[in-house]
């Protein structure tokens, strides 16, 4: 049976997230640029896009990996959800108890992190604009619940281990829940559930910004991932689960409609909830066009994707202010080739730390 995503396409897939993601956190600090629309949705961010995609310079890809680039964590999500299902359900693994799965994935999530979060607030103590941490804040990040505390954005520092917690908190979704009763229908339900609960914040963005750091937010693509992987057991036909595969121009066709679509319904709050699930299906699309020697490029990035992500606030808190006293590129170069030199010896470093064991 064919598979609908081999492992070099979902290493390439993590390869796009991450540079996604770290360019994102790097240019939407710099003054003068669109934020985006990531935990709340603003109109006047919209309103700043559409200006400059209307009077474009030499500036608009910083722009647009400003607005944009966040979504490289849904694409994160939905490998997560998929690779759970293969190797949870779809394995020779035998059935696995709670305790036991919250445990490994915790500890397997904790190496990465506290490589990162330790070398971060050594460089930020002996840097201009310390972060002030509470002893409470470090337990609520170390113990991947910081995103269940009141204004979260204001406690999880560096901002982007935010997603420590989200993902925690998926796997103990998944496992209460999905691993027990794996009906699609019981994916949907929670997908239209957490849409819900959005779609009735649209006059609170306080309330809307506190529960999209958690589960709720990242329920989409998740569940998205969970439904991918079961496909085959859905007893739904289609080409993607037979010995037919969908030709290079069926995937040229999703990659440029999800693309369209990504940018025009970020413009309505109802339809901003649902852009997630168009990055998805626009990244898988963009890893089955690509040509091969782009694919292994990927796959090296895709490899290094966890050390990248707790690796690249220690290099911007370094290399941001070069943006924004000089030209842009000027920092965002210097930032991405140390991003990358770092990260390889963090995951030297990551790797000596033994791994957890199921």
Same mark, same amino acid.
């Not at 709720?216 to 010995?243: Q, V």
């Not at 852009?275 to 694919?295: C, H, S």
């Given at each position: 049976?064919?598979?609908?995503?081999?492992? /070099?396409?979902?290493?390439?897939?993590?390869?796009?997230?991450?540079? $996604?993601?770290?360019?994102?956190?790097?240019?939407?600090?710099?003054?003068?640029?669109?934020?985006?629309?990531?935990?709340?949705?603003?109109?006047? =961010?919209?309103?700043?896009?559409?200006?400059?995609?209307?009077?474009?310079?030499?500036?608009?890809?910083?722009? !647009?990996?400003?607005?944009?680039?966040?979504?490289?964590?849904?694409?994160?999500?939905?490998?997560?959800?998929?690779?759970?299902?293969?190797?949870?359900?779809?394995?020779?693994?035998?059935?696995?108890?709670?305790?036991?799965?919250?445990?490994? /994935?915790?500890?397997?999530?904790?190496?990465?992190?506290?490589?990162? +979060?330790?070398?971060?607030?050594?460089? &930020?103590?002996?840097?201009?604009?310390?972060?002030?941490?509470?002893?409470?804040?470090?337990?609520?990040?170390?113990?991947?619940?910081?995103?269940?505390?009141?204004?979260?954005?204001?406690?999880?520092?560096?901002?982007?281990?935010?997603?420590?917690?989200?993902? !925690?908190?998926?796997?103990?979704?998944? =496992?209460?829940?999905?691993?027990?009763?794996?009906?699609?229908?019981?994916?949907?339900?929670?997908?239209?559930?957490?849409?819900?609960?959005?779609?009735?914040?649209?006059?609170?963005?306080?309330?809307?910004?506190?529960?999209?750091?958690?589960?709720?937010?990242?329920?989409?693509?998740?569940?998205?991932?969970?439904?991918? $992987?079961?496909?085959?057991?859905?007893?739904?036909?289609?080409?993607?689960?037979?010995? %037919?595969?969908?030709?290079?121009?069926?995937?040229?066709?999703?990659?440029?409609?999800? *693309?369209?679509?990504?940018?025009?319904?970020?413009?309505?709050?109802?339809?901003?909830?649902?852009?997630? $699930?168009?990055?998805?299906?626009? *990244?898988?699309?963009?890893?089955?066009?690509?040509?091969?020697?782009?694919?292994?490029?990927?796959?090296?990035?895709?490899?290094?994707?966890?050390?990248?992500?707790?690796?690249?606030?220690?290099?911007?808190?370094? +290399?941001?202010?070069?943006?924004?006293?000089?030209?842009?590129?000027?920092?965002?170069?210097?930032?991405?080739?140390?991003?990358?030199?770092?990260?390889?010896?963090?995951?030297?470093?990551? &790797?000596?730390?033994?791994?957890? %064991?199921?």
């Amino acid at each position: 049976m064919k598979e609908q995503l081999t492992r /070099n396409e979902c290493s390439a897939m993590r390869g796009i997230a991450i540079l $996604a993601i770290i360019l994102h956190n790097y240019c939407h600090w710099i003054n003068g640029i669109v934020k985006e629309n990531e935990y709340t949705w603003q109109l006047d =961010r919209c309103n700043q896009l559409w200006q400059v995609l209307q009077n474009p310079d030499y500036l608009l890809p910083v722009h !647009l990996v400003s607005f944009f680039g966040h979504y490289g964590v849904p694409v994160f999500l939905f490998l997560s959800g998929f690779g759970l299902v293969k190797k949870y359900e779809q394995s020779s693994m035998p059935k696995v108890g709670i305790w036991r799965f919250v445990r490994y /994935n915790y500890l397997k999530l904790f190496r990465i992190l506290i490589v990162g +979060f330790v070398a971060f607030t050594m460089l &930020d103590a002996i840097t201009p604009n310390m972060h002030r941490y509470l002893w409470h804040e470090v337990v609520a990040i170390l113990g991947m619940f910081a995103n269940l505390l009141e204004n979260p954005s204001k406690v999880i520092w560096p901002g982007p281990y935010w997603y420590f917690s989200l993902t !925690l908190q998926l796997y103990i979704v998944y =496992r209460l829940l999905l691993y027990r009763w794996r009906h699609w229908g019981v994916v949907v339900a929670l997908i239209a559930g957490c849409w819900l609960w959005q779609l009735s914040c649209q006059n609170d963005m306080v309330l809307l910004d506190r529960i999209r750091y958690n589960f709720i937010g990242g329920m989409l693509p998740f569940g998205l991932g969970i439904l991918f $992987a079961r496909i085959p057991t859905l007893g739904i036909k289609c080409s993607l689960t037979g010995n %037919k595969t969908f030709p290079y121009w069926e995937y040229f066709l999703a990659l440029l409609v999800s *693309t369209a679509l990504i940018v025009a319904m970020s413009f309505w709050y109802q339809s901003w909830l649902w852009v997630p $699930a168009f990055i998805v299906v626009g *990244t898988i699309a963009l890893v089955k066009v690509m040509p091969n020697w782009m694919i292994n490029q990927l796959v090296w990035v895709g490899s290094i994707s966890a050390a990248m992500f707790v690796a690249h606030p220690i290099v911007r808190k370094i +290399f941001i202010n070069v943006a924004r006293r000089q030209d842009p590129f000027d920092g965002l170069i210097l930032y991405i080739v140390a991003t990358i030199a770092l990260s390889w010896l963090v995951k030297l470093l990551i &790797d000596r730390i033994p791994k957890p %064991k199921l």
